[in-house]
C-alpha cells in the first residue's frame, strides 16, 4: 500500500514554456502533498505544501507564479513550472502523507525537468 | 533555528556492519525518520523514531535519543544494493520534515 505515482518521469521543454506534473496517490487519500525539488548531490528542498481544498503554502523563496499548484481532489495535486528557464532543470519530486499515524510521507518516483 | 547534521559520505565492506549518525534540532518533536534514496530515484521510506530506543526491521535498525538530538541507522550484513544515500529527517511541531542533506553510503566489495 501508499503507492504515490508522478508523471511525466522526465519532460524536456523549451525556454518560455509551462510544464504541468501531475503526483497521484493510488491506494490511499492524501489530505496533503508535499513539493520537492533536488538539484545533483543534494539534499530535498521543500517548495511547497498542498493541502486538498485550500492553497498551497510556499516555501521562502519559492516564487508562487511561477509555480502553480493545485490539489483539486484527495489523490492528486499538480505543480506547473510556468515560463520555464533552463535555471529550472531540476528533479522534482512529490509526496503524500498518509491521513493518520505516523505522518510518514511516500514519495512518488520523481520528474526530471530538463529546459533547454 | 531547525537543523538537521549526518555525515557527507561513508565507506564501508560488503557483509560488514555500518552505522550511520544524525543529530537534530526541531522545534518541537514528533519524530524521526530514515530514507534511503538511490542516485536518479525518488526517496523510500526505512523507518520511523518517535521514542527512545531501537527498532529494528531486518538489517536495519533505527536508534532514538531524544534527550541527546541523537539518532543512528544501523545496517547489518551489508550488500551491494545498499550503496545509496540514507536522508535523515526530523518532524517538527508543525508535522513538517526538517531534511538533513544524506549522507551517501559507498559499499566496496
Known amino acids: 500500500g501508499a503507492v504515490v505515482s508522478q508523471h511525466p518521469s522526465w519532460v524536456i521543454c523549451k525556454s518560455g514554456t509551462s510544464v504541468k506534473i501531475e503526483c497521484r496517490s493510488l491506494d490511499f487519500q492524501a489530505t496533503t502533498m508535499f513539493w520537492y525539488r533536488q538539484f545533483p548531490k543534494q539534499s530535498l528542498m521543500l517548495m511547497a505544501t498542498?493541502?486538498?481544498?485550500?492553497?498551497?503554502?510556499?516555501e521562502q523563496g519559492v516564487e508562487k507564479d511561477k509555480f502553480l499548484i493545485n490539489h483539486a481532489s484527495l489523490t492528486l495535486s499538480t505543480l506547473t513550472v510556468t515560463s520555464a528557464h533552463p535555471e529550472d532543470s531540476s528533479f522534482y519530486i512529490c509526496?503524500?502523507?498518509?491521513?493518520?499515524?505516523?505522518?510518514?510521507?511516500?514519495f512518488g518516483p520523481g520528474t526530471r525537468l530538463t529546459v533547454t | 533555528g531547525q537543523n538537521i547534521d549526518q555525515p557527507t559520505e561513508m565507506t564501508a565492506t560488503e557483509g560488514a556492519i555500518v552505522q550511520i549518525n544524525c543529530t537534530y534540532q526541531t522545534s518541537g518533536f514528533n519524530g524521526l525518520f530514515w530514507y534511503q534514496q538511490h542516485a536518479g530515484e525518488a526517496p523510500t521510506f526505512l523507518s520511523y523514531?518517535?521514542l527512545d530506543g531501537l527498532e529494528e526491521k531486518g538489517r536495519f535498525s533505527s536508534f532514538l535519543s531524544r534527550s541527546k538530538g541523537y539518532s543512528y541507522l544501523l545496517l547489518k550484513e551489508l550488500q551491494m544494493k545498499d550503496s545509496a544515500s540514507y536522508l535523515c529527517a526530523g518532524m517538527d511541531s508543525n508535522y513538517q520534515l526538517i531534511w538533513g542533506a544524506g549522507t551517501k553510503l559507498i559499499i566496496k566489495p
Open positions: 498542498s493541502n486538498e481544498g485550500s492553497k498551497a503554502t510556499y
Open positions: 523514531n518517535v
Open positions: 509526496s503524500a502523507r498518509l491521513p493518520e499515524g505516523t505522518y510518514e510521507q511516500y
